[in-house]
């Protein structure tokens, strides 16, 4: 589908930049928004991510226009732009992005954009990512699929190391989510000013001043965070997905998936049996599940522990209930489940 998609969002291009070039006989053409007298008219971006957004608004306020190609309620990883959405990108100043977030997604955008002379950005590309956590008690390394020929279907287990193509190194050894790390979230907020300076200087020192709030707010929710997981009873957060591997660094815990770095890609059995002794020997009362996906084997495990759920934003797309959110909102529920993983 991506392939498909790349193709005939090429050929659109290709047809919208020859109409646009054209103009009747004895006509005048419309001057572009770069020529526009008026000092007033706010910039426009674009971008895949939520918290990039939000961190877009914080530090623009009126002076920006954000479009978020991610409607709420979508998987961001395999979510598809329709031909509109993408044509509608081509009118913005930046694309903002980070590297590693929406693979497949990225790699048919960029391309397009690019040769569409629209400038993009990777707001994350200097700042240090971390790799997804591995323990050592965590001795079997491999995942089952299943696919069916005729009317069987049939299960394999598959090694990591005997398959370096398969879909579990997708993301690569670094974890894409570094915007749910406050600290490492400033440096995205820096960045972001930066290139809201580059388009518009004369707005310097609004863009200075909003980010130096935005940080102070950061800051404060990363003393939240370091508050929540102080003298905890427990040290191992059992997940559905590994997207949080940021925060299991910085504040010092493990994470624990259930699935591996593709939702996908479903424990084997004598994994999942490794799991399911490890979360009843340290008790586990509660399992992190994501709200923008449902995971059905993670769901199994909480059954089976009897365990109960709770929920991460990501921050990376919103879920329906949460449109009216914010970065900050959303992480504080992030903090109130932790709390929960973590003493109870």
Not at 216 to 237: G, I, N, P, Q
Not at 302 to 309: K, P, Y
Request: net charge negative.
């Amino acid at each position: 589908m991506i392939k498909f998609l790349s193709t005939v969002l090429a050929g659109s291009f290709f047809i919208l930049s020859a109409c646009g070039k054209e103009n009747p006989a004895g006509s005048e053409a419309e001057p572009s928004p770069a020529a526009s007298d008026d000092e007033n008219q706010p910039l426009t971006l674009a971008t895949n991510i939520f918290a990039i957004e939000d961190f877009i608004e914080h530090i623009g306020g009126e002076q920006v226009e954000v479009n978020n190609i991610v409607p709420p309620g979508t998987d961001a990883h395999t979510y598809e732009p329709t031909i509109k959405e993408i044509t509608d990108m081509v009118e913005t100043d930046r694309f903002l992005y980070t590297t590693g977030s929406m693979e497949g997604l990225n790699d048919t955008i960029l391309p397009l954009l690019i040769n569409e002379d629209v400038t993009t950005v990777d707001v994350a590309e200097d700042i240090e990512k971390v790799e997804y956590q591995h323990h050592e008690w965590e001795t079997e390394n491999t995942h089952s699929h299943s696919h069916t020929h005729g009317n069987e279907t049939h299960t394999h287990e598959h090694s990591h190391e005997e398959e370096d193509t398969s879909e579990a190194h997708i993301h690569g050894p670094e974890n894409p989510h570094v915007w749910i790390d406050p600290i490492k979230a400033i440096e995205i907020a820096h960045n972001i000013k930066d290139v809201l300076i580059e388009v518009d200087p004369d707005h310097s020192p609004v863009f200075k001043e909003n980010t130096e709030q935005l940080e102070k707010k950061l800051r404060e929710l990363d003393m939240e965070f370091k508050e929540a997981a102080k003298e905890t009873d427990k040290h191992s957060v059992f997940v559905a997905h590994p997207g949080y591997t940021y925060w299991a660094e910085r504040y010092d815990f493990d994470e624990i998936s259930i699935t591996e770095t593709v939702s996908s890609n479903e424990p084997s059995q004598k994994r999942m049996q490794t799991l399911i002794e490890k979360a009843e020997k340290e008790n586990i009362q509660y399992v992190a599940f994501e709200k923008s996906f449902a995971i059905g084997t993670a769901k199994n495990f909480a059954e089976e522990i009897g365990a109960q759920a709770v929920y991460f934003n990501n921050l990376e797309s919103l879920h329906e209930e949460s449109q009216d959110a914010s970065y900050f909102s959303l992480m504080r529920e992030n903090i109130d489940s932790l709390e929960k993983l973590l003493n109870e």
